[in-house]
């Protein structure tokens, strides 16, 4: 028989259990494409460990990389169809999505007076803090930041490129439609190659170069087929880490606010500067193999400007247009430049 006593005992273990007080945790699924190596991949498993921390185990966010849930041009929208309630997104695999967003590749925006790049770092911090302005374009999410690599060049199977001539007539791997349309502003022909077959494209001379950086240079291999490295700021790449509105609405007060605490402009420019550390050692991968690089800037990064200047001009027309106030984000990011 159970005695009242056996009951109340009973009734308070249940109570005082923290299998019973503790809810499930909540959890989230955070989709990427890059490979479990990148560096970006270890900074989410390090930040969904944070949050665990932070919220006492009650939030638990799942990190699935190299396209498990979807391919790269499908992140975006993984998100903001809550498949996923997390994605980090290239923005430049979405021609014409994200037209605001595209402006940030105008060139050499994210120079100083000499035409050299701010880190990017800086570039990220700048962009997270202004992304307010281009919240429009990615309506259903909330971008938690922006990761913007200023850290591009022309890497070239045998010649140099000082100007814009010595690219005339030369097939040129673009790395979105910003880039390809200056390449075609400087007499390039922009070609399509995966990154996987590029190492071998360049090595039997089906394209002459492409527009890269030194830490996917590295990953791809293709120190073994570069000769030289020109680095130029024309352009940029913009990922941003974005959220699912209504999953971010739908979590207790408390993980929002952990999320925003661990998110915005210092993470921007925190993860931006992993990507300026990679790329230090990637560059020192090609100068180990040989690889001669040089840098445009000056008065020589001015004549690659000069040509490209009327794209820009038809990108700004378009978005003012529109009723997008285009120049207005430009000249502030400008201003924050200025004072990187």
Known sequence: MITRRLLLAATAATVA???????APTKLKLSHYLPPQHQSHLEFQRWADELRQKTGGQLDIEVYPAGQMGPPPRQF???RTGVADLSFVYT???????????LLGAPFLFTDSNRRPITTAQASLITTNLRDRVAHEYAGTEVLYFVVSTALGLFMRDK?????DDLKGLRIRP???TAASHLQAWGASPTTIGPTELADALSKGVVDGAIFNFEGGKVFQLQQAVKRVSLIADSVGIFCLVMNSQAMKSLPKEM???????????????VGGLYDSSEAAGRKVFEQSGVEISQIDGDAAMAFEQKTKTITDQQIAALEAKGIKATQLLDEIRGQVAKA
């Open 175 to 177: 790395t979105s439609a």
């Open 256 to 270: 929002q606010q952990a999320i925003a605490e661990t998110t915005g402009p210092a993470a921007g420019q925190r």
């Open 17 to 23: 259990s923290p299998a019973v007080l503790r809810a």
């Open 77 to 79: 929208d993984l998100a």
């Open 160 to 164: 140099f490129v000082k100007s814009p």
């Open 92 to 102: 430049a695999l979405s021609p014409g999505r994200f037209p605001l967003t595209d």
